[in-house]
């Protein structure tokens, strides 16, 4: 069954260091999505990817964040200046349509688990 | 911004034993889906609800959209150590929604 995947799967990072977490989405979906999940704490959407461009965003996806889809099939988030609040478990989902998330759902990555110290 | 209450936070039950999982909110949501996640995994999706009064059965676990589309639940009958895990449920606003909204999750632990 196709998957998302997602590495590294634990990343350690020092306060202030640029992070790339990356994806390989499933290759004949369209949307793509960053969310997080805070120890304990719901899944919280970042942002939203379609057609080379952001679609959505939240607030927590302020400027110290951003996301590219430097080929055809990874997607990457960086975060510039890592805060320890940024400790979490970043989770990159695809779908095939952005129109079709309410009948298909997201496909879920294993997820990165960010610690920053 | 919708929101979407899960209860019980927490649910410790013997194997063998059912439970119902509720999933609340005060908006209309064009559909429904639940998740069931390990630890140190990503969510992985179950079902999706759509219409109201819908009821879906995956084996053991029953799933129920309520006619106002407005809640859900999720049944587990005769519960098994392998069951154990969190249960989102995360609701589209609407048919074109870019995005769904979780919910805080529901804990489960089925014990031998």
């Known amino acids: 069954e196709p998957e998302v995947t997602q590495t590294p799967s634990h ?12 994806c390989v989405p499933i290759s004949n979906h369209l949307y793509f999505y960053w969310y997080r999940q805070i120890l304990g704490q719901k899944v919280e959407f970042l942002v939203s990817f379609y057609n080379n ?20 099939s990874n997607f990457t988030l960086k975060i510039r200046s890592t805060k320890l609040e940024d400790s979490a478990m970043y989770f990159c989902a695809s779908s095939p349509s952005g129109q079709g998330l309410w009948l298909y759902g997201y496909t879920f990555g294993s997820g990165t688990r960010l610690t920053v110290v | 911004t919708q929101l979407l209450e899960q ?7 013997q194997e063998g034993e059912n439970l119902t999982v509720y999933c609340n909110s005060s908006s209309v949501f064009s559909s429904l889906q639940w998740y069931r996640q390990e630890p140190g995994e990503g969510p992985v999706l179950l079902v999706t609800v759509v219409t109201g009064g819908e009821v879906k059965k995956l084996k053991r676990l029953t799933f129920q959209f309520g006619d106002a589309r407005k809640d859900s639940s999720l049944h587990i009958t005769a519960a098994q150590p392998g069951d154990t895990g969190l249960y989102l449920c995360a609701g ?13 999750g529901t804990t489960l632990t089925v014990k031998p």
């Open chain 1, 11 to 22: 990343q350690v990072t020092q306060m202030g260091q640029e992070v790339i977490l990356r």
């Open chain 2, 92 to 104: 589209a606003p609407s048919t074109n929604a870019g995005k769904s909204t979780f919910g805080d």
């Open chain 1, 53 to 72: 461009e952001i679609s959505e965003k939240s607030e927590i996806f302020d400027d110290q964040f951003s996301v590219e889809r430097p080929d055809g």
């Open chain 2, 7 to 13: 209860s019980p936070q927490f649910l410790s039950i």
